[in-house]
């Protein structure tokens, strides 16, 4: 990808994003060898590269430092997860540091803070982590009130010997725990719960009717991070889930194996899109263990792709869904089944890519 190449034009996008996008904490964008996804600043209608991604120079003994999450959004998280793996914090420090911008960005409408509530009018939020080392991981689901689930996760998996806490007991665990409480709803949340009352049914029920509306700017999703730290793996996942959802609606995201997985000795995964469909699928689970059979990222987040889609198909549902992937040598790859971008940090600097998409 030539460095000088003009990015694709997102459209207006609010202030604050702008900000975290474009501030100093990110890197100048370079190319990447290893990885063959399409640039975002390729011309519309340009296909993604159907090559399988090449192995980083050396094989299995060169390993890098790599960091790649979803959305736009995640630009700024991994500027933060990359000054954190910098000063000496474990792959999974990075992880928990990176995705936290994005839960205290209340301009982000599906994540934390700000995020879209459930049919009730409450920010519910799930998350978890994973180490690829000890395959140690812990998650939370449905918790109120909570600015960092992601955190409360992390403790899930060093303080307790369970791996997923939910709704009142996530809340009474994270009390317990000395972590503080505040209202996650903003007054844009509120306002837009509001006016979502008082819209007509339309033929959906509450929770499928943010689906109809869902698609600009990608704001309708998770935040779901991999580092990659020199053969060592972490993963992260963070979301307010479906807007207007079933109070107790819990996705994909809190689910190891099926939002998120990571092995040293295989690779790492995370997942972004209708969590239903994912979960049917086990769908990161899959994806690893497509890459410790010796599969490509690439070749594997397809697989898991084309899972998910014949699952779709054979009961007549729609949706879409993305995975990234990260091999054991840190190679990378992102692809969806509609669309999808995803930021990619190493040390070359920072950059949006556009992810492949299954045909």
């Not at 991070?225 to 207007?244: C, F, H, N, Y």
Request: aromatic share 4%.
């Amino acid at each position: 990808m030539p460095a000088d190449t003009p990015p694709v034009p997102r459209g207006p996008a609010p202030r604050r994003r702008e900000l975290l996008v474009t501030g100093g904490a990110l890197l100048a964008a370079a190319s990447l060898g290893a990885c063959a996804a399409t640039p975002l600043a390729a011309a519309p209608g340009d296909k993604p590269d159907a090559r399988a991604l090449p192995q980083p120079p050396g094989g299995f003994g060169a390993r890098p430092r790599r960091i790649v999450s979803t959305w736009w959004f995640g630009q700024a998280a991994n500027a933060a997860a990359w000054q954190r793996l910098m000063a000496g914090g474990s792959p999974l420090d990075a992880c928990e540091t990176g995705v936290q911008v994005t839960e205290a960005d209340p301009a982000i409408t599906s994540v934390g803070y700000g995020g879209l509530p459930n049919a009730d009018g409450v920010v519910e939020l799930d998350a978890c982590v994973m180490r690829g080392d000890t395959l140690e991981c812990g998650g939370v689901a449905a918790l109120r009130n909570v600015l960092h689930p992601v955190s409360v996760a992390r403790l899930v998996m060093e303080r307790t010997r369970h791996v997923l806490v939910v709704g009142e007991g996530a809340l009474a665990f994270a009390r317990a725990q000395g972590m503080p409480e505040q209202d996650l709803l903003t007054p844009e949340s509120r306002a837009a719960w509001e006016a979502w009352r008082q819209q007509p049914a339309r033929g959906a029920e509450p929770w499928e009717q943010a689906l109809l509306a869902a698609g600009q700017d990608h704001d309708h999703d998770t935040i779901g991070m991999i580092v990659a730290d020199q053969g060592r793996l972490a993963t992260a996942v963070t979301t307010s889930g479906l807007a207007w959802k079933l109070p107790g609606r819990v996705g994909d995201s809190p689910i190891i194996g099926a939002g998120s997985y990571c092995d040293d000795e295989a690779g790492a995964a995370v997942s972004t899109g209708v969590g239903e469909e994912v979960i049917r699928v086990g769908g990161c689970l899959a994806i690893v263990e497509a890459l410790r059979r010796g599969m490509t990222p690439r070749r594997a987040g397809l697989h898991g792709l084309q899972r998910v889609r014949r699952g779709m198909a054979l009961a007549g549902r729609d949706g879409d869904v993305a995975f990234l992937v990260a091999s054991r040598d840190g190679a990378v790859w992102g692809g969806g089944l509609k669309s999808f971008s995803y930021a990619l940090t190493d040390d070359e600097g920072t950059r949006l890519v556009r992810g492949e998409i299954l045909t």
